[in-house]
């Protein structure tokens, strides 16, 4: 049903096998009105979306029997894959509907939808604990009464997951409802806190349901519909997404770029390659009638969310999530308030990224020096990693890398001599810490660049202390000898100094010139 093709971060590239077709994962599916829609939907579909959310609460009240004859497809005109809301979002605004739990899910079956969603007792990010604990129970009841009466095994169906941001609620209800056959499960309540910016929330929210459920099957994240909630969601693993914020914000003349939204009026240029932006200028797009000029940023808003899904999926694809989700983190304080708190959640995300990429890592600011592959390789050196050698040599890195081909160590590898079957040589490399030269050939250890200097960073520089104090103590060496030549690698000496004993060597102003000299101090030193 599920087919991961691709990862990274927990972000992946999926087919999901529907009765309408393959859909492609991570997907958007741009919400549409059962009955009046503004924008077609047979165009939405010619824009490159393969799949649409509907609400089949609204189609039921507006042309029940007329949907049920038609089946929902032939009622929207849209051929591709069709995921139906139950009303959920009717019960979050209005506080209930006047429908059964079962007979919305028969009624979902009858109309032939592709995806079918529980009619479950939303939270909103704003209720107070004892409502959320009630629409929590209310909503496990709701999802096994559904898988009571369902009855049709091409129908997809998707599990809701409350709480809001009470997150241990969220992980009790992932956990109740990954118990259950679900085939897709559905993070609720999140609008409020993506409208809010509170991205860091979203984060908490996400990584609370995505920690509990099975991981072979799909996430959905309700309401996703922003250029720049978009990669967050996808890096944390949501696979779909739904949302009628295209419309909405056309309405409002907010039309978005690929930072965010902004008004229309307040434009010069239309600064995208769409069609609707390619004829028209902000003032030609103001002139017109309200009506049109809604139906064409509408367009152009969905260009863009496509846009920011395609360039998600390609990052995964080329091992540049992280790169990716950095730049646009960028965008907005709120998002680089999120990304900066990734390092919490190190390991659930290094589950996805592959031991070996074809692309070099980049560290360009402090979020960076906590990413999974340093996470990864630095965890390994503690325990998975033996040194045999009496002493140890901590030498600063090189630009050249692998670090066995540098001429400092084929100076001191020469100098040292017979003696060097007792040294074993390793690179301070920030932020990735002690490299040993015998593995430092191995993916990331040479595969990086960086565009600060470490003096410029002290945050990570205690972690790469510590990590040094146990392998030392685990490896029982007699003997730590390091190199120093700057801020950086003398700070990491002086903290090594207070917890083992460390002898330093003072490099001289151009290391590479000078390696000979250097190993020709090492070896005096015995």
């Not at 979020?367 to 901590?394: G, S």
Request: net charge neutral.
């Amino acid at each position: 049903m599920f087919e991961v093709k691709a990862t990274d971060l927990a972000g992946r590239i999926g087919r999901l096998k529907t009765k309408s077709g393959i859909l492609e994962t991570p997907a958007l599916l741009p919400v549409v009105h059962p009955t009046r829609q503004e924008v077609p939907p047979e165009h939405i579909r010619k824009l490159g979306f393969d799949a649409v959310m509907t609400n089949a609460y609204l189609a039921l009240k507006n042309r029940g029997e007329n949907v049920r004859k038609k089946g929902i497809h032939r009622t929207i005109e849209f051929d591709g894959v069709v995921m139906t809301d139950s009303g959920g979002y009717q019960v979050l605004e209005y506080g209930d509907v006047n429908v059964s739990v079962e007979s919305m899910a028969l009624f979902q079956e009858e109309i032939g939808s592709d995806i079918a969603v529980v009619l479950d007792k939303p939270t909103g990010s704003k209720a107070s604990r004892r409502y959320a604990e009630q629409t929590v129970s209310e909503t496990l009841k709701a999802a096994e009464k559904t898988l009571e009466v369902k009855s049709r095994s091409s129908v997809l169906w998707t599990g809701p997951i409350q709480g809001g941001a009470h997150l241990d609620l969220v992980e009790k209800s992932a956990e109740e409802t990954g118990k259950m056959n679900f085939d897709i499960y559905a993070l609720g309540s999140p609008t409020e806190v993506m409208e809010s910016y509170n991205f860091r929330l979203l984060t908490a929210m996400v990584m609370a349901a995505k920690r509990n459920i099975p991981i072979e099957k799909p996430l959905h994240l309700f309401g996703a519909g922003h250029p720049l909630t978009i990669p967050l969601a996808v890096a944390l693993g949501c696979d779909l997404f739904d949302s009628a914020s295209y419309m909405l914000y056309a309405r409002e003349d907010r039309y978005l770029t690929d930072s965010g939204t902004v008004r229309l009026k307040e434009l010069t240029y239309l600064n995208c390659v769409c069609p609707v932006c390619t004829s028209h200028s902000p003032q030609d797009l103001m002139k017109q009638e309200k009506s049109e000029r809604s139906i064409n940023i509408a367009i152009h808003n969905l260009h863009i969310l496509l846009k920011a899904v395609k360039e998600s999926k390609e990052a995964i694809r080329a091992g540049r999530l992280w790169e990716h989700l950095g730049a646009k983190a960028r965008c907005h304080p709120r998002l680089w308030e999120a990304f900066n708190g990734l390092e919490e959640y190190s390991d659930f995300l290094e589950d996805g990224v592959p031991l070996f990429k074809s692309k070099a890592v980049f560290f360009m600011s402090s979020p960076d020096y906590v990413r999974p592959e340093v996470m990864r390789y630095r965890t390994r050196l503690i325990h998975d990693v033996e040194l045999k050698k009496p002493t140890l040599l901590l030498l600063p890195e090189t630009e050249v890398r692998p670090f066995y081909k540098s001429q400092l160590y084929s100076a001191i590898s020469k100098t040292l001599d017979e003696k060097l079957k007792d040294v074993q040589i390793c690179f301070l490399a920030h932020p990735l810490g002690a490299i040993p030269v015998e593995l430092s050939d191995i993916y990331p250890l040479a595969q990086y660049e960086s565009a600060v200097k470490p003096d410029a960073y002290t945050g990570s520089r205690q972690a790469v202390v510590d990590d040094i104090e146990r392998m030392v103590k685990r490896n029982r060496f007699s003997e730590v000898v390091m190199l120093v030549d700057g801020a950086y690698s003398r700070g990491v000496a002086s903290e090594l100094g207070k917890m083992i004993s460390i002898r330093m060597v003072e490099a001289e102003e151009d290391l590479l010139m000078t390696s000979e000299k250097v190993a020709s101090k090492l070896q005096k030193m015995g």
